[in-house]
């Protein structure tokens, strides 16, 4: 024990979790051995630091902001259900308009076609005869 | 007002109720996530959703088990999925720098220690050091090390928060202490503070 470091039992050492005989024999090699001694001070320290940062002071304005917090999803809450009902209200009409929007323009269309069956049929003028291609040209001169 | 009440209070959506609730427990709350966190901006933070979860899902409370031991059980989750994010965000953090040169990082790092002195470069170096080191526990581990060291709770009501036996929290224990102490040990030698 005296010339092999004891290391591993250190922080069990620190902890008090060493049996009687066990922790006697560490604490009489912590006396022969500086090494041992420095790295106990070196977890002593390390330690330390845990007790130092543990239960820190809370903000005072903790539940201040909170409570800010609540009634913002509150709010986004409610918003979020309106939002729920209203969106597929709002693409419903959004789709039965356009259903209705294509059911007219279909039935314009067929009465359009209509329209230019007619217009087919109807005979184009000829007023070629009436006035000829000379006197208009000369007309323009 | 005993725990029951108080949450019946909440079951019912009662603000004072609450109020008193995160009153009577915002410290040990912050406490824990700071333990797994080891940053107290973050640790608020994350405290302020554990009483958030706790005004939402209050009607999920059997009482089966103490209101501490819920509380520490969504502390605990949520402090692991922050880290296990963070982990995330430092992946294509570390992506982005490779493409950048690392320069981002560099400004950082002067900027935080550029006029400090120097025993406070090794204070802060040996806290680093030391969340390093639990850091790089296990999770089971680490929650169990940090509800005995920062919590200083008994290993019986680690074992009910953690819902495993009271042998299993005290093996989970001594394999952290173990850990800790190997990679200290290991710092130590190569003088690293």
């Known amino acids: ?141 | 007002m005993d725990e029951t009440q108080l949450i019946k209070g909440i079951q019912q959506g009662d603000r004072k109720s609450f109020q008193i609730l995160v009153e009577n427990y915002q410290r040990m709350v912050v406490n824990t996530c700071l333990g797994i966190v080891h940053n107290k901006a973050d640790a608020e933070d994350l405290a302020q959703d554990v009483f958030l979860e706790i005004f939402r899902t209050a009607e999920n409370f059997r009482g089966d088990s103490k209101l501490s031991t819920w509380l520490y059980r969504i502390a605990t989750n949520r402090s692991l999925n922050q880290i296990r994010k963070n982990k995330r965000n430092r992946f294509f953090q570390s992506i982005e720098e490779t493409f950048t040169g690392g320069r981002n990082r560099a400004s950082e790092i002067s900027e935080n220690h550029g006029d400090q002195p120097d025993r406070n470069i090794t204070d802060q170096q040996r806290k680093e050091l030391l969340h390093r080191a639990i850091d790089r526990l296990p999770e089971k581990q680490r929650i169990a090390f940090t509800l005995n060291k920062y919590e200083e709770l008994p290993y019986q009501q680690i074992a009910e928060i953690m819902e495993i036996s009271l042998a299993s929290v005290e093996s989970l224990i001594h394999r952290a202490k173990k850990n800790l102490q190997e990679q200290l040990l290991d710092c130590y030698k190569k003088k690293c503070v």
């Open chain 1, 1 to 141: 024990m005296k010339n092999e470091c004891i290391h591993k039992d250190l922080i069990f050492y620190l902890d008090n979790e060493l049996s009687f005989e066990k922790r006697t024999t560490v604490e009489k090699h912590l006396e022969e051995c500086a090494d041992c001694r420095s790295f106990l001070a070196f977890l002593q320290d390390g330690m330390q630091i845990i007790e130092k940062e543990k239960n820190p002071e809370v903000s005072p304005f903790f539940y201040t902001r909170l409570s800010a917090r609540l009634d913002e999803k509150d709010e986004h809450q409610t918003q979020s259900q309106w939002a729920r009902l209203a969106q597929p209200a709002f693409f419903s009409l959004v789709l039965l308009a356009g259903i209705y929007g294509g059911l007219k323009l279909g039935s314009n269309a067929s009465s359009t076609k209509a329209n230019q069956r007619a217009t087919s049929n109807v005979q184009m003028l000829n007023d070629f005869a009436a006035e000829p291609i000379e006197s208009f040209l000369l007309d323009e001169l």
